[in-house]
């Protein structure tokens, strides 16, 4: 966090002094707070005869992001791939955040805080002073009938530390009631944040520091709890004890007049969740919570496709058509029914079919949907089907089944085991590729014409955190995006930056060195007129070995042109990668789409090897690892990890090089770590579309450990194009 907080004469409100000088004598200020106490917990004996009571746990928000009660965490977590967006406020804290449910097990969490007691030097425009942190739980032994639910968590363990703790939870339903007990350490355990960050001795902010989190196990620990009534599905009131020793917080409140937080949490719709709360015996909190679970169909419902069939006139022309005919037949048929790169062999026995997926997000559901065409319109003497997904140009997935066998699984008369046994899906075409074309002597292929483009249109946001002009500041994209394919192998790509909606105008951010990689990004974004992000012209090849190729020349980003290159090749049905990489760039000029910049004239060189690994192909996780040269001449690594699932993808990175020959303090040292997630775009509409939605955000904007956009990739940007998840999805084609 930049810039220093400066106290804002806030006085703790309504508190009675007389209590604090001895809390054993509770003034009349007191009464109508233990008043309403006791009445909420008298309430909850007789509540429970009621009919309607939930008893089933439900993960409820607290006022921050994760699930908890209030201001105490619990044992529960979101289920798996369920997002909360969450916004609370109880003076003087208020929270903007976000949770994520892993695997049923995991909960990660992470939230901006503005504590409005505190000002900071920034002056008017930043406003109060605002922190970044996050946290984790997980649970360690799940709810049985006579065990509770069991979790461990850490908040804020590295990083700043302005709000740290780490605890040991349980939680157990007992018919609508939920209690929970911990232990917790840290602020947690009434400790000062003061005296936490002095363990940290002289260690930087924006360090990777986990000084706190694996400290001394037996450092002072205090208990917290409470109870959650669940009234009805939709109606929770709740009470906790809180251990906080609210005096020794970042940006105090002062101390609590009873450590006591409570209230209700309303569920008027499925998705939303409404708090409201009296906090401390003095302050009201309010708290609204959209929970979203991320599935693919979302907002509308999508319409049932219905399945093809060919009308009778197309049908009779297949039947008397010869091979070239039949051939330009699918290719047209395929086209008008959304399929990019069409191109069609057809045998006196065999078709041998290449299309690219554009039209839905499953590249199984993509291979039912040619099967089908395919199996409509061919005659009876075609018994055998090559169906081959393309990217960019190269094969990526090719099966090869007998017709009938297919048939056979899309009715449901065998299951996928049983197509798999007869048919062969593979990464590479070369052995299919062989077979169908020395049968067939010299067929010929029939492409189409209209699919030789490919046209989309992506929304981007992008967010700029912590300038002195402000916190947040967003600019709002369209990227239209068109890639034609001019010939075998090759593909010309465009790309304009079309701005909704423009913040970086405002933002107070010279470059950090005499020649940034990164951080002159300022004089790209701060226009608002269209922009020529990318501009240039892909080659690949298929290499031997089955070593994909790829060289691209022209305007890459809007910030650099030049030329790059890469190698890659998959093993294991594309469970596995290696690769090299390389790029040789020039900054553009800021203000002419067609010029490079003058005043810098340095050649950027990164060069890289690129090592890709799905670590639980099961539940889509995966990871990359690039090592070498960055942009700014720095050697290193950058780590990535995400999940792809329900085609989200959610992940997160974190770079690691060499600062040393960097001019500024701020880039020396300085680790890049951040945060993305790209969401499908056919929650926004009714039916099964493909494109994504990408939103990212980084810690500080700083020149290590940077890259350079490529207009295509070899390198894999997620698991959902590789054979094996193909063969695992393979249910999809019946859809």
């Known amino acids: 966090m930049a810039g220093n907080p400066v106290n804002s004469n806030m006085q703790p409100g309504r508190h009675c002094q007389q209590a604090r000088r ?13 008043l309403s106490l006791q009445c909420f917990l008298f309430s909850l004996l007789l509540i429970p005869a009621l009919a309607g009571a939930e008893t089933v746990a439900q993960p409820l928000p607290s006022l921050q992001s994760f699930t908890g009660i209030w201001d105490m965490p619990t044992a529960r977590v979101l289920p798996d791939w369920n997002m909360r967006i969450k916004y609370g406020k109880g003076e003087p804290y208020r929270y903007y955040g976000v949770a994520l449910g892993v695997f049923d097990r995991l909960e990660f969490h992470g939230h901006f805080t503005e504590v409005s ?15 970044r942190s996050a946290g984790a739980r997980l649970v360690l032994v799940k709810e049985e009938d006579l065990l509770p639910q069991l979790a461990v968590g850490a908040y804020d363990p590295i990083g700043t530390g302005l709000f740290p703790y780490r605890y040991l939870v349980a939680s157990k339903m007992f018919g609508p009631v939920d209690v929970t007990l911990g232990l917790g350490q840290g602020i947690l355990g009434g400790e000062s944040y003061l005296d936490i960050k002095k363990e940290r001795g002289t260690s930087d902010s924006e360090e990777f520091d986990t000084s706190f989190l694996f400290s001394d196990p037996f450092r002072q620990t205090r208990p917290f709890g409470g109870i959650e009534y669940h009234f009805s599905p939709k109606l929770a009131f709740s009470v906790e ?3 906080l020793k609210y005096e020794k917080m970042f940006g105090s409140p002062g101390e609590a007049d009873i450590p006591v937080n409570l209230g209700f949490k309303y569920r008027p719709f499925e998705q939303l969740v409404l708090q409201g709360g009296y906090l401390r015996g003095e302050e009201l909190a309010l708290g609204i919570s959209l929970e979203l679970p991320l599935n693919p169909e979302g907002i509308l419902p999508w319409k049932k496709e219905k399945p093809y069939k060919a009308d009778e006139a197309r049908r009779w022309q297949a039947y008397a058509a010869d091979n070239r005919q039949l051939a330009g037949l699918l290719v047209a048929e395929l086209e008008r029914s959304g399929y990019g790169g069409v191109a069609v062999s057809a045998s006196d026995r065999a078709l041998w079919i290449e299309a690219r997926n ?4 499953s590249d199984a559901k993509a291979i039912g949907g040619i099967a089908t065409i395919a199996d409509e319109l061919s005659p009876a003497r075609i018994d055998t089907f090559y169906i081959n997904l393309s990217e960019q140009g190269q094969v990526r997935q090719s099966l090869k089944a007998n017709r009938n066998d297919l048939r056979a699984f899309q009715k449901s008369r065998i299951d996928k085991e049983g197509l798999l046994n007869f048919a062969d899906l593979r990464l590479y075409e070369t052995v299919h590729a062989g077979e169908f074309f020395q049968d067939s002597g010299k067929a010929d292929m029939q492409r189409g014409e209209y699919s030789r483009f490919d046209f989309e249109v992506n929304p981007r946001i992008k967010t700029f955190l912590n300038n002195k002009e ?15 394919y001019p010939w075998d192998n090759t593909s010309i790509t465009s790309e304009l930056e079309l701005t909704l909606y423009n913040e970086w105008g405002e933002l107070d951010f010279p470059p950090l060195e005499p020649e940034p990689a990164r951080t002159d990004i300022a004089l790209y974004e701060q226009d608002s007129s269209p922009r020529l992000s990318q501009l240039a012209i892909n080659q690949f090849a298929e290499l031997p070995f089955d070593i994909l190729g790829r060289l691209s020349v022209g305007l890459f980003e809007s910030a650099y042109a030049g030329v790059g290159g890469e190698l ?17 760039v020039r900054k553009r000029d800021p203000e002419d789409n067609f010029d490079l910049d003058n005043d810098i004239t340095r050649t950027y060189d990164t060069y ?21 040269r960055f942009l700014a001449g720095d050697f290193g690594y950058r780590l990535e990890l995400r999940r792809s699932f329900r085609y989200f993808t959610i992940g997160a990175w974190y770079t690691d090089t060499d600062t040393s020959d960097f001019t500024s303090e701020q880039n020396r040292g300085n680790n890049e770590k951040g945060v993305f997630i790209r969401v499908p775009l056919s929650i926004f509409a009714d039916r099964d579309i493909r494109g994504t939605l990408l939103y990212s955000f980084s810690s500080f904007l700083r020149d290590p450990g940077q890259s350079v956009r490529q207009p295509a990739y070899l390198y894999p940007m997620d698991p959902y194009s590789s ?3 193909t063969k695992r999805t393979l249910d999809m084609m019946r859809k």
């Open 22 to 34: 001895d809390p054993q004598s509770l003034g009349p200020c007191h009464r109508p707070v233990l």
């Open 117 to 131: 007691s505190l000002q900071t030097s920034f002056g008017p425009a930043y406003g109060y002073y605002k922190d």
């Open 241 to 243: 004890y809180s251990s």
């Open 358 to 361: 554009t039209r839905y997000l």
């Open 470 to 484: 402000g916190f947040f500041k967003h600019k709002v994209l369209l990227q239209p995006r068109l890639n034609f």
């Open 568 to 584: 890659f090749r998959f093993f294991d049905e594309g469970r596995y990668g290696i690769g090299l990489e390389a790029e040789g």
């Open 608 to 628: 890289f090897v690129n090592l890709y690994a799905q670590l639980w192909p099961e539940q889509g996780l995966d990871a990359g690892l690039k090592i070498g």
């Open 723 to 725: 054979v094996d998840n």
